[in-house]
């Protein structure tokens, strides 16, 4: 499918008297080329989602949901459009009463992904709206841990304003789950000169499949090196670090610098951890693959 991005390039610059088009115009006619080539192939699902989220931008709801209903024709299994459709409906609905429909469609994308974080976001939000807020809390306390350090400071002040008119006490950020890894160079590696400046570690499903659940990259300045590993550094926001009950641990120096492997590379052996643990974890760099 076609990707599309809102910019008009006028084909006439040099023409005489020719006056540039305003940045309204530009976006006017760049809606109307994609609306064209949605008529013409109706199942581009990026052209659709693209033109549903510019509607949305500039307030107009009602196409927007048009264009999400025919995305989700598409993708019905996908949730972050059906929370893109949620969103239509409760923008455009009043901000004192809740919208049926957003909360209907928020249901649907949680009954797919738990623990879609835009739609637990918007779970609270419509949960406040009913005069809930006791509720809403408690939707945005399971949500904290998920957030990277920003957001989760960001949504604090709501989780106690929400408290608070349910009379209950302010809480704190919890402390963030993490595990400590040393890394380590064998005796044998220790007098050789490191194939490069870059540290890799990496927390891996036990079957390998996919991308890493979790990894870091450090700049090398001396061994041991003890890193700390949580869900702040976790890929996906659907797979965590400590969503799994074992994940496979590893590290590697990197020759090239980026994190895909080479045979310059030194890499230690992959241990198993079990996601609980409270041992003192240790990697030692020991082998060339």
């Known amino acids: 499918s076609t990707a599309f991005s809102l910019s008009f390039k006028p084909s006439k610059p040099n023409a005489i008297d020719y006056l540039p088009p ?14 064209e080539h949605i008529k013409q192939q109706p199942n581009d699902i990026e ?17 927007a949901q048009e264009n999400y209903a025919a995305a989700i024709k598409i993708q019905p299994d996908n949730s972050n459009l059906l929370v893109d459709y949620a969103e239509s409906f409760f923008r455009a609905t009043p901000p004192d009463q809740v919208s049926a429909d957003a909360k209907l469609w928020i249901e649907k994308a949680l009954t797919l992904e738990p623990n879609n974080q835009r739609a637990l976001f918007f779970q609270g939000v419509l949960l406040m709206q009913a005069k809930q807020p006791a509720q809403a809390a408690e939707i945005w306390e399971k949500l904290l841990p998920q957030l990277d350090e920003n957001t989760a ?19 704190a950020l919890p402390e963030k789950k993490a595990i400590q890894v040393t890394i380590e160079l064998s005796p044998e590696l220790q007098a050789q000169a490191l194939p490069g400046k870059t540290l890799f570690v990496f927390a891996k499903t036990l079957d390998g499949a996919g991308p890493p659940i979790a990894a870091k990259r450090i700049d ?27 994940f496979d641990l590893s590290a590697r ?31 030692v760099i020991d082998n060339k693959p």
């Open 220 to 246: 090398i300045t001396s061994f041991p090196i003890t890193v700390s590993l949580s869900d702040s550094d976790s890929i996906m926001p659907t797979a965590t670090l400590f969503s799994q009950a074992e």
């Open 22 to 35: 305003t940045e309204q115009q530009t976006i006017d006619q760049a809606l109307v080329e994609l609306e």
């Open 253 to 283: 120096i990197s020759a090239s610098g980026n994190a895909q492997s080479s045979a310059q590379d030194w890499q230690s052996v992959t241990i198993k951890v079990q996601s609980n643990t409270t041992d003192a974890i240790r990697l």
């Open 153 to 171: 400071n960001a949504l604090l002040p709501q989780i106690n304003s929400a408290r608070a008119q349910a009379g209950l006490a302010e809480i």
């Open 47 to 63: 052209a659709l989602v693209l033109l549903a989220r510019s509607n949305m931008q500039m307030g107009e709801y009602a196409k």
